[in-house]
């Protein structure tokens, strides 16, 4: 059951990003992403960029939007902790950034490392100059992905849906 | 010159020579140079290793391997750095590891380059955010006992620390 | 393009044949399968779990390697986590530290987000990286002949060392490693530098 709605809200993303143009997706593996990651890989059109280290995406991006395309990053709460530098970037650089954030160490969390993370999440994004919006039921994915692509793209923002924890689930594969 | 700030000794003496009285054995930096003097005394010091980081988070990590191992270190970096710093330090918040560090600053007092701004604005709320102490010091005058008070904090109260050294002390330095 | 080379190691087995004769050695792990791989072997108080950020394991070895120069500080970790920290082949090939020993344990996927795809599957010579930050003792493993042949260099020879071991993709069971990071890594303290440290 957790499978079916982990898949279906991930379609329902996917589809909105395809409809806002999106052409390049930066990636670290995450198992909340799995489903979105593995519709990149396959689409003919997304090109799929697995990063090793959550900063590299920030940096990806923003050549992307240079280049004239749109991208998103989707990445894990603890990777937020990686990007803070970059954003400055970004920021000094009024580029457009779209991020999916799935939250770790706040809803039902069985490992400790993840808890710090993931409660200073939002602020240190704040703090960076990303306007943040909040997703806690797989019905409201899509529809904030959307928003928020449209305030990146069109408004010329960096934005980022921090998917709740409660949505994902609870892994059973412990890290 | 190293030590010629105004015919005052320059701060870096000072907290070199602490460093010292309170057993620092390491110290991991990204070249600075708002901190330059201060590397460039524990570098000549062969009681102290100082290791040249590819980027800032590496210190961090290492600085929590000085603790474990048994002995005690410093971070420093430039404010831009600290935004490299914030997931690695989830490692410190979560192990509860002393860590002093003692960050130069830009994008905040009398900054001319743009780039510099967005970290110089965000460097405390994200060590804020990060669960770390934020002492921030402006006259060059307080950074010896400021500095002083942080080591307590961090080795003796088991707390993670930076210490924030105003722009507007080496903006002054450089106006001689 | 993903490599479908075939590997016949077991990484669980590969860890604990290394640390079998471990000695005084400390040892260092990544996340996930690392933490569960060493702790299996035996929950030694000297072993650092650092069960939850990517990209330190190499370098909070190091720290721990300054400040205990007589004692062999033994990292193993994934090659997902090692990328994440990559530059500190860099920063640590400078410092050239005799008693660090880094083993990775590829099995060219993220084990603990779904077994994606790393990018050493893809092509990247993690070994080639080492060589180049300037280690000059390194090994590519991946076989049981040449990991027997291996384990002197890492116990009789002094560092700084780099290894990779190639083993096959799935992941070994979860035990209850500690993951309380403030019990183990005073754990670890007390055991390493000693009680009034």
């Not at chain 3, 400040?67 to 970790?77: H, K």
């Not at chain 3, 002197?152 to 990071?181: E, L, W």
Request: hydrophobic content about 45%; glycine content about 10%.
């Amino acid at each position: 059951m957790a499978l079916k709605k982990k898949t279906s809200w991930s379609n329902a993303v996917f589809k909105t990003l395809k409809e806002n143009n999106v052409k390049q997706i930066a990636y670290v593996p995450d198992a909340g992403h799995t489903s979105l990651i593995e519709k990149a890989i396959d689409d003919n059109i997304v090109k799929p960029i697995s990063l090793t280290s959550e900063q590299e995406g920030i940096a990806v991006l923003s050549g992307a939007w240079l280049g004239g395309d749109a991208g998103a990053l989707l990445l894990q709460s603890s990777g937020v902790g990686n990007i803070i530098n970059m954003l400055s970037m970004a920021n000094e650089c009024r580029f457009p950034l779209l991020m999916l954030v799935t939250m770790r160490g706040e809803w039902g969390e069985f490992n400790p490392w993840q808890v710090p993370m993931g409660q200073a999440t939002q602020a240190v994004l704040e703090a960076s100059g990303v306007i943040v919006h909040r997703a806690e039921e797989p019905q409201d994915i899509a529809e904030t992905v959307e928003a928020a692509a449209k305030l990146a793209f069109e408004a010329g923002r960096m934005v980022a849906v921090l998917i709740g924890q409660r949505v994902v689930g609870v892994k059973d594969w412990a890290k | 010159m190293v030590g010629k700030t105004q015919n005052k000794r320059h701060w870096s003496v000072g907290v070199h020579q602490l460093f010292k009285k309170i057993g620092i054995k390491q110290i991991a930096y990204v070249p600075d140079g708002g901190l330059a003097q201060l590397i460039k005394r524990c570098q000549d010091d062969r009681s102290i290793r100082s290791v040249v980081l590819t980027t800032e988070e590496e210190g961090v990590a290492q600085m929590a391997g000085a603790w474990l191992g048994g002995e005690r270190g410093v971070l420093l970096t430039q404010s831009g750095g600290v935004g490299n710093c914030i997931n690695m330090l989830s490692m410190i918040q979560e192990c509860r590891i002393p860590l002093l560090s003692l960050v130069s600053m830009r994008g905040e007092w009398g900054e001319t380059f743009p780039w510099q701004v967005p970290m110089g604005q965000s460097t405390i709320p994200a060590l804020e955010a990060a669960n770390v102490i934020v002492h921030h010091v402006g006259e060059a005058e307080k950074v010896l006992e400021t500095v002083n008070a942080a080591a307590k904090l961090a080795f003796d109260a088991n707390r993670a620390v930076s210490v924030i050294i105003s722009q507007r002390i080496s903006d002054s330095e450089a106006k001689g | 393009m993903t490599q479908k080379l075939k590997f016949s190691l077991q990484r669980r087995q590969v860890v604990h044949q290394i640390l079998e004769n471990r000695g005084d050695a400390a040892v260092v792990t990544g996340i996930g399968n690392a933490v569960h791989d060493v702790a299996s072997a035996n929950d030694d108080p000297k072993n650092m779990y650092l069960a939850g950020v990517m990209g330190g394991a190499c370098m909070v070895a190091f720290g721990i390697a300054l400040a205990q120069p007589d004692r062999r500080i033994i990292v193993i970790t994934g090659d997902g986590e090692l990328l994440a920290g990559i530059g500190s082949l860099a920063t640590i090939g400078v410092e050239q530290p005799e008693n660090l020993f880094i083993i990775v344990i590829d099995n060219q996927a993220y084990g603990a987000t779904g077994n994606q795809h790393t990018h050493t599957g893809r092509g990247v010579d993690l070994v080639g990286i080492a060589k180049a930050s300037n280690f000059k003792n390194t090994a590519l493993i991946t076989n049981e002949k040449e990991l027997q042949a291996q384990i002197p260099n890492i116990y009789q020879k002094p560092g700084p060392y780099f290894a990779v071991i190639k083993v096959v993709s799935k992941s070994s069971p979860r035990i209850n490693a500690p993951k309380d990071g403030t019990y183990v890594s005073r754990r670890f303290r007390s055991a390493v530098a000693g009680e009034d440290a």
